[in-house]
């Protein structure tokens, strides 16, 4: 089975550097290979590009606009009366995309309108939704692109945000109908939702494009206290036969993430009598991860079974 691969996700890891560029550099001197990010069409496209180029690092998600944030935006892919809006912020996105080499975008949903309830405003929202979806394929069907669609947690994170689980993805992408329009898998989300995460990645697995990792209920880091235990989900992953991008998406704890990597060697092995140990700095670019530290299970000393 092919190992997982991992990528930094720009907007939650290293925010203590001001800018995206900084944190691309950062985010290659930690070994990764791979990053995502946000939004980043307020950044100096050329100076990403430079960067990008000169860390080797590729960069493998972006998300469509929120909108106007201060007004209570999140997206606009199934906000009534926003459709001219969300197709130029996608046109942008999309721009930004084809400079920076990046194959998927995320197609934000949205938040149910303040003056409506979730029960009044689904129909329309989803039909909405389904509208943009469609022409979102057409036009990242052009350019060799995927349109990722996110269920976002409705219980903690956030209330009123209208795509909040892995069924009503799923039933959406069936409406649709179009390859290249597919499901983010945001096990956050996904646990706080819904639970039963075995049975749920075994279902929906064919349709996920991309996955995102945090640890419940701290959105911290996978090895960090909590109630998912990575070790077998990430087993489940690749026993799955999963060979995308696990996205980082964790409020780091303690240390900024740029020192988080400049510690002392760790081990790396359940293993009492096994001294396969490492620096975090070095591990990372490694093919598991248990939060800050991966694991590559070719090189491993022992018998540990994860």
Known sequence: MAPLKFCANLSWLFTELPDLSRRLQAAAAAGFQAVEAAWILDSNLQELQRVKESAGVELVLLNTPPGDLKAGDLGLGAVPGREAEFRRGLEQTVDFAKALNCKRIHLMAGRIPADSSRASAAREMEAVFIQN????????????????IEPINTRVTDPNYFLNSPHQAAEILEKVGRPNIQLQMDLFHWQIMDGNLTQNMQKYLPLVGHVQVAQVPGRNEPDSPGELNFHYLFSTLENLGYQGYVGCEYKPLGEPSSQLWNQEPVRLCADPVCSLQAPQKEVWGGSRSTGLVVLNLEDRACNWDV
């Open 133 to 148: 979806l469609r022409y979102a394929a057409d036009v990242l069907q052009k350019e060799e692109m995927t349109g990722l």
